[in-house]
């Protein structure tokens, strides 16, 4: 299962709402993640079941979809939400990523 | 505390091996779906194999690109998980990561990376 993700860059303003989308090849239901990838640090998972956000997680952070079309929605962006966000299908093998979407904060 | 911590990197020439080690601590391993997730520089995430929980019987899962290579094992008397690299290609450089699966309410199938190790690199290079 192929996962698109657009755009694959983008650089907005502090307190911009920000939103990323993932397309799947084939009807991946719910069963997509997100993660968060700091510069020179490991993936940080953030969104479980295209929308469920994992404890601890800021609210501004918000996911949707199911099928074949999902986003993800940063509702205010902040100077720490600079990162690489990466969708993941975990329906079926192998495990794919989305090739992932820079943030950067202007 | 959950932790995840990678070791056994480095510099190896093609066609040789390494095995990197993932020490577990905070939880109980057998009791997770364990996986490996690699980086090449500057690229994106891709996943290199499972072992699943003691439930399955540690069975196995691999990428196209790692099967027959690659083999996922684990030391229960350790808590650790192993990833023995055979064969190595020079397209193998990258950032190994052992990540866990959620497996919250006993169940750990469809369920996402809920924790990751700081990762540990690996060169191909002659």
């Known amino acids: 299962i192929q996962l698109t993700q657009s755009p694959s860059s983008l650089s907005a303003s502090v307190g911009d709402r920000v939103t990323i989308t993932c397309r799947a090849s084939q009807d991946i239901r719910s069963y997509l993640a997100w993660y968060q990838q700091k510069l020179g640090k490991a993936p940080k998972f953030l969104i479980y079941a295209a929308s469920t956000l994992q404890s601890g997680v800021p609210s501004r952070f918000s996911g949707s979809g199911s099928g074949t079309d999902f986003t993800l929605t940063i509702s205010s962006l902040q100077p720490e939400d600079s990162a690489t966000y990466y969708c993941q299908q975990i329906l079926s093998y192998p495990l794919t990523f989305g090739g992932g979407t820079k943030v950067e904060i202007k | 505390e959950v932790l995840l911590v990678e070791s056994g990197g480095g510099l190896v020439q093609p066609g040789g091996s390494l095995r990197l080690s993932c020490a577990a601590s905070g939880f109980t391993l057998s009791d997770h779906y364990m996986d490996w997730v690699r980086q090449a520089p500057g690229k994106g995430l891709e996943w290199v194999g499972r072992?699943?929980?003691?439930?399955?019987?540690?069975?196995?899962e691999y990428a196209a690109s790692v099967k027959g290579r690659f083999t996922i094992s684990r030391d229960g008397s350790e808590n650790s998980l192993y990833l023995q690299m055979n064969s190595l290609k020079t397209e193998d450089t990258a950032v190994y990561y052992c990540?866990?699966?959620?497996?919250?309410?006993?169940?750990?199938?469809?369920?996402?990376?809920?924790?990751w190790g700081p990762g540990t690199m690996v060169a191909v290079s002659s």
């Open positions: 990540v866990r699966v959620d497996c919250s309410g006993g169940n750990c199938y469809n369920k996402p990376f809920d924790v």
């Open positions: 072992t699943k929980d003691k439930a399955e019987s540690y069975t196995t």
